[in-house]
């Protein structure tokens, strides 16, 4: 039922009621009137013929007579005369047993001797079986004597008659009422719809704009936006790729430059023990992710130089152009004390801030001297970023966990600059980050940021519960923003992802060649089923789990025994830190029992690979493997799940995958397990092992045709576009501020 009808019928019922209510009420006020009135009425005959019947009273006959008279009113039924002890005198026809002399007497007066003032007029009306009555007994006194009473019975019948009429009336007035007032309405709601629509559209032709259209006009401007991007998209050809996303900057922010400012370069120059010195990609999601968006863009990225060559490869000021051979972009390498590396990025980014926003049982470590590092770093990164950029309002791209005060800090020397800021880690929910001693700074020095962006909507939830929690703000729900000072950050999921097609697939060999010559290099048997695992050696992501997954299924399925082998990559990463070294060594001491629990001959069931492996290594993996196990125990949103995804153009291979990445949240196609489930996880292995070619290629292939459109030329695509979206607002309103200051000045 819409809701004009339910108005409409609310409307009716309501009137009816009311037009109920309003009858009854009438008919008990008019009945009241009816009454009062013939008891006035009888009285007045009484009054009017008191000598008369005095002087008549002892004589019956003539007595009737007069009585007889005055029963002639259409009205009145019956006249009766009484002796004041009750006893009928005469009467001009019977009178109804009710009420007759003895029953009425007593009503009349206290006792049959009572003093004449002491006797008082009685009425009553009652229902017959022939109608309704009226009766009166009024007292006859004569010369301070009371002689005894007087009954005179009323018709009220045609009372009736016209309490009926009357409701008839009042139905039709109420019932016209109603038409008239549904029917104005009508004509209203027409009249100024009509004005209200035809005022929109002639202020969407570029009228004069008014007030009220603002909350609608904003709505609209926004879906039209959206729609045209939409449209956009499909005129440029559909996927997002590099061109789409250049085109794209220069589209929507004129080819402007973009600073990218993380901690970890896209390139490391190290110098191995034979003096050589090697280029590294390091194994870093975010460096997946961005690294081919720098390509695309152009523009600055600055990081902390942590390569042992890494000076000798860049100029005076830290400056190279990378990629080396394929020039685009420039890395500037900010350059670190041991002291500060140590205070701001092993200490209070991977003590504290780490394990603060994982859920993976570490307990956080806060020390202040660790904190003032921080800010120290964060504040030489932000100088470094006003060194590299070229105008007033530069787009700067901060990324992750490192650079939570970079962003206000940005904002204090650039106020008119755009800065996105990128968490690639999940984000907690405001009890868990309310430990940490420095939450409100960070908070604040995140707010500087014009746009802050999240894998998943759930820990842009979380983040504005935690500023609800803790600062001074005002959050605008309806944007999804917080606004501080009249200055607002809007808080926005951006999922990230890997570039598609990716590029380490360029010069790869067939999946099926690379499984060969994989296998040979094992020392595995051609129809050997393998198991793949990539991460950094970190608590994160559940290795200890994924291997005593990979115990169980040898302990419960026999089968798999001498058959199924899981390799894991793990690059060693925060070394300096205990708790790495810890997982380290547990990692070693889980695959070796496992290995002598269950090998035999030659057979290993786990071979970990604790090295850095150069990304077509690590895809040579991912196209030979039977399955690949991301087992995170929490993660922001993983991208070794897409890059597998991305790497199997063969359309084989199965994806179990940890419930508590992001990614699980978009690849449903994947045997989704919790890792903590040993049984769950041991028997999603079996099933991805014994999974049927259909089923793989049926997967896979959804998984790759959501990767392919949501990649990450899309991700950074959205990203800009929401920054472009909000500068040309911020100019808009910078000079709409300019024109009411100068008209101030000049009024
Ligand atoms: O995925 C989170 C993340 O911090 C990335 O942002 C980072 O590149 C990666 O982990 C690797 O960490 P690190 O830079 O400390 O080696």
Redesign the pocket.
């Given at each position: 039922m819409s809701r004009a009808v339910r108005f409409g019928v609310a409307l009716v019922l309501g009137l009816a009621l009311l037009t109920y209510g309003a009858s009854v009420w009438v008919q008990r006020r008019t009945r009241e009137w009816f009454d009062k009135d013939l008891s006035s009425r009888a009285e007045a005959a009484v009054t009017a013929t008191r000598r008369i019947l005095a002087s008549r009273w002892d004589r019956p006959d003539e007595l009737g007579e007069l009585l007889a008279d005055l029963a002639h009113d259409e009205r009145v039924l019956a006249a009766a005369a009484c002796t004041k002890e009750a006893t009928p005198l005469a009467s001009s026809s019977e009178m109804p047993a009710q009420f007759s002399c003895q029953q009425l007497g007593p009503r009349l007066r206290p006792s049959a001797d009572a003093p004449p003032s002491a006797w008082a007029a009685y009425k009553e009306s009652a229902a017959l079986p022939d109608g309704a009555v009226h009766v009166s007994a009024i007292p006859v006194v004569d010369a301070e004597r009371a002689l005894g009473f007087v009954v005179l019975l009323h018709d009220l019948s045609f009372v009736e008659r016209r309490e009926a009429e009357a409701q008839k009336f009042l139905l039709l007035a109420f019932a016209f009422l109603a038409a008239a007032a549904s029917a104005l309405t009508v004509v209203a709601a027409r009249l100024s719809w009509r004005s209200w629509s035809d005022e929109l559209r002639r202020f969407l032709k570029g009228g004069k704009e008014r007030p009220e259209f603002q909350p609608i006009l904003r709505d609209v401007r926004e879906l039209v936006e959206r729609i045209v991007e939409e449209k956009e998209t499909d005129r440029e050809g559909g996927a997002w790729n590099p061109a789409r996303l250049k085109q794209a900057l220069v589209r929507h922010l004129h080819g402007e430059k973009v600073v990218i400012l993380a901690?970890?370069e896209p390139y490391i120059h190290e110098r191995a023990a034979s003096g050589e010195v090697q280029v590294l990609h390091?194994?870093?999601?975010?460096?997946t992710a961005l690294e081919p968006v720098m390509r695309a863009c152009s523009g600055v990225w600055i990081a902390h130089g942590s390569g042992n060559a890494d000076r000798q490869s860049a100029d005076g000021q830290g400056r190279l152009k990378v990629p080396p051979g394929e020039e685009s972009y420039l890395l500037r390498r900010v350059w670190l004390s041991p002291e500060e590396e140590r205070g701001y990025y092993y200490g209070f980014s991977?003590e504290g801030l780490w394990p603060l926003c994982h859920i993976a049982h570490a307990r956080p470590v806060f020390r202040s001297a660790d904190f003032r590092h921080y800010e120290a770093v964060n504040q030489k990164f932000a100088e470094a970023v006003c060194e590299e950029v070229d105008s007033e309002d530069p787009i700067v791209l901060v990324?992750?966990?490192h650079f939570a005060l970079a962003p206000r800090m940005i904002r204090e020397r650039l106020p008119r600059s755009t800065v996105l800021m990128f968490w690639?880690?999940p984000w907690p929910n405001s009890e868990r980050f309310g430990i940490c001693p420095w939450r409100d700074d960070l908070l604040e020095g995140m707010l500087g940021a014009s746009i802050l962006g999240f894998h998943t909507q759930f820990h842009c939830n979380n983040f504005i519960e935690t500023v609800d929690c803790y600062l001074e703000s005002r959050i605008d729900r309806e944007q999804s923003a917080v606004v501080q000072q009249g200055r607002s950050t809007l808080i926005r999921p951006y999922p990230i992802s890997v570039e598609w097609p990716i590029r380490w697939l360029s010069d790869a060999p067939p999946a099926a060649d690379c499984r060969a010559a994989l296998l040979e290099e094992l020392r595995l048997p051609p129809d050997a089923l393998l198991g793949v695992g990539v991460d950094?050696l970190d608590y994160t992501k559940g290795v200890e789990e994924r291997l005593l997954a990979v115990e169980r299924l040898l302990e419960r399925f026999p089968s798999f025994r001498g058959k199924f082998t899981f390799v894991q990559l793990a690059a060693p990463?925060?070394t300096a830190i205990p708790r790495y070294q810890q997982l380290n060594e547990a990692v070693e001491s889980l695959a070796e029992r496992i290995n002598q629990r269950f090998g035999q001959g030659g057979y290993r069931p786990v071979i970990l690979k604790r090295a850095h492996h150069e990304p077509p290594a690590v895809f040579r993996y991912y196209r030979a493997a039977d399955l690949c196990y991301v087992s995170s125990l929490h993660d922001?949103m993983n991208l070794v799940a897409k890059e597998f995804v991305a790497a199997r153009d063969d359309e084989r291979g199965v994806l179990v995958l940890s419930q508590f990445t992001g990614a699980a949240r978009e690849m449903t196609e994947a045997l989704i397990v919790n890792p903590y489930d040993l049984d769950e996880a041991s028997a999603a292995l079996k099933t991805a092992l014994e999974m049927s070619l259909a089923e793989q290629r049926e997967r896979m292939r959804s998984m790759r045709t959501f990767v392919a459109e949501f990649n990450v030329y899309r991700w950074a695509g959205r990203m800009l576009a929401d920054a472009a979206r909000l500068r040309r607002r911020d100019r808009l309103t910078g000079r709409l501020s300019d024109h009411l200051s100068a008209a101030a000045v000049g009024g």
């Open positions: 901690n970890r390091p194994a870093s999601g975010l460096v991977n990324q992750d966990y690639h880690i950094r990463s925060r922001g």
